[in-house]
């Protein structure tokens, strides 16, 4: 990356005033990375009034008002990729506002006109040496989002966390959920789309850190080992995580290109996946029963983990779409795995799949395959999982064949039409109705409106 061939920064280079480039864009610069979003500090103007300037001197450039108390601003470019973060300096200093920031690697300025790098406490060469570090303890304890954000950037940076910055995380691990549980989710989500959040779960996991976010792994922890799983279940969970990562990254383009989208929220469905690759199996404690022959059994765990996952998400006010999508995965994490292990397999079965499972057909057998390959015990030969993934394959090479000629199941009736029929008010059991008609319409079982009515019927 250059930036002369950054166009928002020769924009910025021409203007009047008095301005720094900081924080990610500069490290982002440094590692030689393309990046959309530019944070600068300006001066010598209010933050207020130089968007107000930049955007009539651009004319098409939009303005959001991000923290009117805190002063900061968002100008969003014509092609609605690149934006810009204005805000002015802590106590109209550069100094003291790069002082005041997370870590070193996030503390870098630079001044837009001369091109000067400012370095006050040894980001460039912390940059350098893949070290995630601390600017002051101080800074941790303001505000102790940070303490999430650290491993967030070890996971997406692959850098090591510097020691004294694991003892300020670790005498303060008590504060990390004192930020807004909307600030909390989103570095929760960026941390999962790193390459290397499995490395970093089992750092937080050292310093107490995955308990207090997620106070349901201390029961998951409780599950040992057994026949068909060479780990514990909570390192099971881990180990998913890492073979959603693996799966991802040894995929074919069509596959990348799916799990790359940004389909709720800022952040992609791979971090999604992977966040309930990770909650996958929490419904297994409540279900956990050891048979005679010391077989340990996990009867509906799918069930229960899907019930449990809703309510965590919901009370951390996960959107809608992400809570649906996260329990979903959980849910049917085992469903492409029935699939394929149908007596008499045929493209009619695996319609039905392509039907059900809709536009996370893929997702679902990602994390199918992850979790067979994580669950390694001494009763599960390697022909067992040869199958099992070669049967996915099939599955998962049938879906992106079939993909392109999917047409929208037909609506053959309506709400209406069911309480005119049945002769009932809206319910929860018209809602049922509605989904066992479109369950029956996915299995081939109703395929015309006569169909429908007889089916429906069959209520009365």
């Known amino acids: 990356m250059s930036l002369a061939n950054n166009y928002v920064y020769n924009l910025l280079k021409q203007n009047k005033h008095k301005l720094y480039l900081v924080g990610g864009a500069v490290r982002d610069y440094l590692m030689n990375k393309d990046t959309h979003d530019c944070d600068i500090i300006v001066e010598d103007i209010s933050a207020k009034e130089f968007c107000k300037e930049f955007s009539k001197d651009n004319e098409v450039a939009t303005v959001i008002t991000l923290d009117e108390v805190n002063n900061i601003y968002r100008i969003v470019m014509p092609d609605k990729i690149n934006y810009i973060d204005v805000t002015n300096p802590i106590n109209n200093s550069l100094e003291d506002d790069l002082n005041r920031r997370d870590l070193t690697i996030n503390a870098l300025s630079i001044d837009i006109k001369t091109e000067e790098l400012i370095d006050l406490s040894g980001g460039q060469q912390d940059l ?5 570090r601390a600017i002051s303890e101080e800074n941790f304890i303001d505000d102790p989002l940070r303490i999430i954000r650290a491993f967030r950037f070890a996971s997406v940076l692959g850098f090591e966390i510097d020691k004294n910055t694991q003892a300020i995380i670790k005498k303060h691990s008590g504060l990390v959920l004192k930020p807004a549980v909307e600030r909390i989710n989103c570095e929760i989500l960026k941390l999962f ?5 499995h490395k970093v779960l089992l750092d937080m996991d050292k310093v107490g850190i995955i308990d207090i976010l997620f106070p349901i792994m201390l029961d998951v922890k409780k599950v ?24 991802y990254e040894n995929s074919d ?17 791979l ?30 765990h799918d069930e229960i983990g899907e019930e449990i996952a809703r309510a965590i998400l919901k009370k951390s006010k996960f959107s809608k779409k992400q809570i649906e999508y996260i329990s979903q995965m959980i849910r049917h994490h085992m469903y492409p795995s029935s699939v394929i292990s149908a007596p008499n397999l045929s493209d009619k079965i695996y319609m039905r799949y392509v039907r059900k499972a809709g536009d996370n057909a893929i997702d679902m057998i990602v994390i199918a395959k992850a979790d067979r390959l994580s669950a390694l015990g001494p009763l599960v030969t390697k022909q067992m999982v040869d199958d099992n993934i070669n049967g996915l394959n099939k599955l998962q090479d ?10 929208p199941v037909p609506k053959l009736l309506s709400g209406n039409d069911i309480m005119k029929i049945l002769n009932i008010k ?3 059991e018209l809602g049922e109705i509605l989904n066992n008609l479109n369950e029956a319409q996915l299995e081939g079982k109703v ?14």
Do not use: C, M
């Open 128 to 132: 350098k040496n893949g070290v995630i």
């Open 193 to 197: 789309g790193g390459k290397n959040a």
């Open 224 to 247: 040992p080992a057994n026949t068909h799983h060479h780990l514990d279940l909570f390192n099971h969970s881990i180990e998913t995580v890492k073979q959603i990562q693996k799966i």
């Open 253 to 269: 383009k069509e596959v990348k290109e799916h799990l790359e989208r940004i389909d709720f929220g800022g952040d992609t469905r």
């Open 271 to 300: 971090a999604h996946l992977k966040f309930a690759g990770f909650l996958h199996d929490i419904g297994k404690f409540s279900t956990w029963t050891i048979e005679d022959d010391g077989r340990h059994r996990f009867i509906r």
């Open 398 to 407: 049938f879906y992106i064949k079939i993909k392109p000629t999917l047409k």
């Open 426 to 428: 809206p319910s929860k």
């Open 447 to 460: 395929n015309t409106k006569e169909e429908a009515i007889i089916f429906v019927q069959s209520y009365k």
